[in-house]
């Protein structure tokens, strides 16, 4: 089993950055690969990024690429989702997610776990 806890989320200014983070116990965190979803209200809930397991391989949305990193810290147990330059469409709820696989995936229905969400909101 695996638990996952959001933390990081807020309110931000259009242009502004956020800097969401991972804390997961209860498995070995170099043995799962990981990613980011959100969900705004009243729509699917979204890939936005994930990792592989060595941290080498990762895959982004077309809506954030360029300006979401997402990092992981095996020393740490900690996953990481760097925002820059934020826009209201990236209002939502930020989901953490993980699986026991070596390579990142996009879909809802490929994670195993998920943390309960953070909320970030960017807007004026």
């Known amino acids: 089993q695996v638990q996952l806890v959001e933390s990081g989320g807020g309110l931000v200014q259009p242009g502004g950055s956020l800097r969401l983070s991972c804390a997961a116990s209860?498995?070995?965190?170099?043995?799962?690969?990981f990613a980011w979803f959100r969900q705004a209200p009243g729509k699917e809930r979204d890939f936005v990024a994930a990792?592989?397991?060595?941290?080498?391989?990762?895959n982004y949305a077309s809506s954030v690429s360029g300006r979401f990193t997402i990092s992981r810290d095996n020393a740490k147990n900690q996953l990481n989702l760097q925002m820059d330059t934020l826009r209201p469409e990236d209002t939502a709820v930020y989901y953490c997610?993980?699986?026991?696989?070596?390579?990142?995936?996009?879909?809802?229905?490929?994670?195993?776990?998920w943390g309960q969400g953070t909320q970030v909101t960017v807007s004026s």
């Open positions: 997610a993980a699986r026991h696989t070596d390579r990142p995936g996009v879909g809802t229905n490929e994670y195993t776990y």
């Open positions: 209860g498995r070995t965190f170099s043995g799962l690969a």
């Open positions: 990792i592989g397991r060595s941290g080498d391989v990762s």
